[in-house]
């Protein structure tokens, strides 16, 4: 599995864009052939940050998402909403369900 943990501050008036423009992106990544998961998530102290879980069965799989037509909308929509430049982090999954009920 490939799994990238990829943090993210957006400007304070931009959220709402970014929320919209975040939205269309995951509809389309969850539908991708080797996504897992593709989970946004907000800071509960701070509604500017968010991080996105995303789960992919191999690095093939994360890199075809890469050139996806809604990742790179969203890319390129989102870009100057950013307060900073985001992060990826890459991390090795270590005990992960793979499905409800499914054990490790």
Known sequence: MHVMLVHVRVLP???DAFLEATRANHAGSVREPGNLRFDVLRDH????RFLVYEVFADEAAAAAHKTTPHYLAWRDRVASMMAEPRRGEPWDAVMVDTAPGTPD
């Open 13 to 15: 008036d931009q959220v």
């Open 45 to 48: 102290a701070d509604p500017t």
